[in-house]
């Protein structure tokens, strides 16, 4: 189901003023994206993007009080006519046409303004609306910064996922989330991760209870939001099953619609977690600046081979 936030929502968060259509204010935005309607104030409604948040700055307010009032009133109509369209802004705190006031009253069309200049408003609104209407879902781990890396801890009830992060965080890493971690994937494809308030920077340790790392561990022990990178996944260890012991594949996993590293640690008994987890961390951070010792053994191996098959001959 495609996410929404209401225009009033919206209007209350970037402080914005009502002029008209107050009883439009439970209106829908649905879309991220923004328009500003100059083609449609010189008449060409073909491919009107009906559905957005339709902007009006100098330009456009400009152009609107050169035109005489009979075309004015004709194109403000054909502006507010659709019941998709969310609501209209003005920025810069400019005049607005008693025309289009009169026709977004009749409508219950709201228009809002703000004293913003149009680029810096709009650059403002695009990130309150990708939070917002961002993909997300909630998934059952821990996510910990570890070195500087978002690895996102998974694995079945009991496993031990908690008692790692705990390891991490008294080694010095931060903890963002445990038990439940909401992620969002914005318009690039990159995934967020963060606690829900209710049990943001608490961790659950059994046979201990619930504690408050920044209380135990100091405010540089938490941190409420981080990019994701790797996905750790902890099994209990399966004695038939074949680990990779190279590293030469890397394996992927989907969230939402984003493919992540994987890297899945079988637990035993004896098995320093934490430290498997601050290598695989490492490892990541030195293949994104072009180093996979795993290729370059392979390359060695090849390489040792190959002389040993020409001494041979």
Not at 15 to 21: I, N, Q, R, Y
Not at 204 to 215: Q, S
Not at 273 to 292: F, H
Request: proline share 4%; charged share 25%; hydrophobic share 40%.
């Amino acid at each position: 189901m495609a996410k929404k936030v209401k225009v009033s929502e919206m209007m209350e968060q970037l402080h914005m003023e009502v002029l008209a259509g107050e009883g439009g204010l439970k209106r829908p935005i649905t879309t991220g994206d923004l328009y500003r309607p100059g083609l449609e104030m010189a008449g060409y409604f073909n491919y009107h993007p009906k559905e957005r948040i339709q902007m009006l700055g100098k330009t456009e307010i400009t152009f609107i009080e050169m035109l005489t009032t009979g075309v004015r009133r004709n194109r403000v109509e054909q502006l507010c006519a659709p019941e998709e369209t969310p609501c209209i802004i003005v920025t810069r705190g400019l005049d607005v046409p008693l025309e289009l006031l009169e026709e977004a009253t009749k409508r219950d069309l709201p228009v809002l303004r703000t004293q913003l200049s149009t680029t810096i408003f709009a650059s403002r609104l695009t990130g309150f609306l990708e939070n917002k209407l961002a993909p997300s879902t909630t998934i059952h781990g821990v996510l910990v910064d570890v070195y500087g890396v978002g690895m996102l801890i998974t694995g079945s009830s009991g496993i031990g996922k908690s008692e790692t992060a705990l390891e991490l965080v008294k080694r010095g890493h931060r903890l963002i989330a445990d038990d439940a971690v909401e992620i969002r994937q914005n318009g690039d494809k990159v995934l967020t991760g963060n606690a829900p308030e209710l049990i943001r920077h608490l961790l659950e340790i059994r046979g201990v209870g619930i504690i408050n790392v920044m209380t135990l561990f100091g405010a540089g022990a938490i941190r409420n939001v981080k990019k994701i990178s790797v996905v750790v996944k902890l099994e209990n260890w399966q004695q038939e099953k074949q680990y990779d012991r190279l590293g030469l594949d890397e394996e992927l996993t989907r969230i939402i619609d984003t493919d992540l590293p994987l890297v899945t640690i079988p637990v035993r008994p004896g098995r320093n977690l934490a430290v498997i987890v601050e290598v695989a961390a490492m490892n990541y951070r030195l293949k994104r600046m072009g180093y996979n010792a795993a290729l370059q053994f392979t390359n060695k191996l090849t390489e040792s081979l190959n002389e040993d098959f020409e001494d041979f001959d």
